[in-house]
């Protein structure tokens, strides 16, 4: 999931979380100052920009969960990707939750823009995003272009999406963006480099192995790819290819930003978001334990284990606020909500069979690797029953936890504190036999890496290879800045 959508963790686990409003202003003002090094860097000779190798091969940059400007189709007002987004509407999220109903037409009242270049609070404070590395790629000879309306000579494309749909949907319309880039372009067959920041790889691997096919013509076999594609490169940023526990977290209680003065977005709402049950952890099939320590045999992709453990829709206090609202409209009744859970849950288990195996005829180009492995991540809940007789999942980082100190280690592994090791490396067979080297490994925060000098350039090194990548390891400091503050 979520690159940019990391859920609150606990004091230690989130710096500004319990900072008052003035410190966090300032915390974001120093964020904002020691970020604005790692700018768009030093732009490169003319000279050496000529000599790039003459190729027809274009970058396409995709971006992780909530990467990507939505805003208003009738009066093109951005309803998320500014600052002000951070703070308000205090509606609980409500206002970006997909009606349950197919029929609703405000499941279409949203639709992508840009991806997300830097935010800015009061005018004046601002964070970076995806601008730095962007503009690094422009100074390094990839003019930017619109995919959209491309031109001759440009070389760096993004690719814009709503990451509250199925990441289904938006593999199959990059799929589309791209054989629609080669015919613009006037290529018989075009070159593709994808660089994929954390959510970002499952749609560019579900779209390179299968293309526009649907979740079942893809599980039937078939295949629709792009004409006259090829597939260079596949460089994965911080990236969690088999799902994350933190995902968990957040369906089940919802994401606070700005702690405790910002925008609440609560587990009811992002409830209605296909694409966040796409990132739970597939390659943990037992990502539970009890208080006795012992693994439990639930299956995190039934609908069963939901209801039996009142996680996320089925929380009291969520079924409560359900009850006050009465309005039935946006989240449907409870059988409604069933039925809708049961389908979710079902296409995600899916979703990553199809990832986690290798079609008929997919070869896979070079896979190159940046990551962290360095930060205590989730890799398991722990699931307690309390006197009243409700159950709470536990999570890495709550307080809650001091009270099970044989535990802690059990439900952590190295990672960047959203994605595990073992899940960075959860790839397909023909994708790990591609896997060019050892990866470059940064101590940074899951989004904040991208941003990190040594990974700006590690991607331009990537970019300009002619051949497989030498077989070297290599890791990095972390760079000043912290991505808590980021959406």
């Not at 925008?263 to 296909?274: G, M, V, Y």
């Not at 334990?289 to 639930?298: F, K, P, R, S, V």
């Not at 199809?354 to 699931?383: C, F, K, M």
Request: glycine letters at 8%; aromatic letters at 8%; charged letters at 25%.
């Amino acid at each position: 999931m979520a690159s940019l959508l990391d859920p609150s963790l606990s004091r230690r686990h989130r710096p500004l979380a319990w900072l008052g409003l003035g410190t966090v202003v300032a915390a974001l003002a120093a964020a904002a100052l020691s970020l604005a090094g790692c700018g768009t860097g030093t732009p490169r000779p003319v000279a050496e920009l000529m000599a790039l190798p003459d190729v027809p091969m274009v970058v396409v940059f995709v971006p992780g969960t909530t990467g990507t400007e939505l805003r208003n189709r009738q009066t093109g007002e951005l309803i998320w990707g500014t600052g002000r987004a951070l703070l308000r509407p205090r509606d609980g999220g409500y206002s970006l939750a997909l009606p349950l109903n197919p029929e609703d037409p405000r499941r279409q009242r949203l639709e992508p823009a840009d991806l997300l270049q830097r935010l800015s609070l009061f005018g004046v404070l601002t964070k970076a995003v995806y601008g730095p590395v962007l503009g690094w790629l422009e100074d390094h000879g990839y003019p930017r272009g619109d995919l959209d309306a491309p031109r001759p000579g440009e070389r760096l494309f993004t690719f814009a999406y709503d990451w509250r749909r199925s990441n289904v949907d938006s593999a199959r319309k990059l799929a589309r963006h791209l054989e629609q880039l080669r015919r613009d372009l006037e290529q018989p067959r075009l070159e593709v480099a994808l660089i994929c920041q954390s959510n970002g790889a499952s749609i560019c691997r579900y779209a390179m192995k299968y293309g526009d096919a649907g979740l079942a013509e893809a599980t039937a076999g078939e295949r629709s790819l792009p004409e006259g594609i090829h597939f260079t490169r596949l460089i994965l940023v911080g990236t969690a290819n088999g799902g994350s526990l933190r995902v968990l977290r957040l369906l089940d209680r919802g994401r606070t930003y700005l702690h405790p003065v910002g925008r609440h977005w609560s587990a009811e709402a992002l409830f209605t978001f296909p694409g966040l049950y796409q990132d739970l952890p597939a390659y943990n099939p037992q990502p539970f334990i009890d208080a006795a320590g012992n693994e439990l045999q639930d299956d995190i992709f039934d609908p069963r284990t939901w209801r039996r453990y009142e996680l996320g829709i089925y929380r009291p206090e969520v079924q409560q606020r359900l009850d006050r609202l009465g309005d039935e409209s946006l989240f449907g009744d409870a059988a409604a909500r069933d039925a809708y859970l049961d389908r979710v849950l079902g296409e995600a288990r899916q979703f990553h069979r199809l990832l986690h195996r290798d079609p008929e005829g997919y070869a896979p180009p070079p896979i190159h690797l940046i990551q962290n492995i360095y930060t205590p991540t989730a890799h398991r809940s722990l699931v307690v029953r309390e006197r009243d007789g409700d159950w709470h999942a536990l999570y890495t980082g709550d307080r809650a936890l001091s009270a099970y100190p044989e535990l802690q280690d059990r439900l952590s592994a190295p990672g960047d504190e959203h994605a595990t090791r073992e899940s960075q490396l959860w790839l397909s067979p023909r994708e790990q036999a591609m896997l060019q080297g050892e990866p470059l490994h940064i101590r940074g925060g899951h989004f904040e890496m991208i941003l990190h000098p040594a990974a700006k350039r590690r991607l331009t090194e990537i970019l300009r290879l002619q051949g497989p990548a030498p077989a070297k390891s290599e890791s990095a400091p972390a760079s000043p800045g912290d991505d808590s503050a980021l959406p």
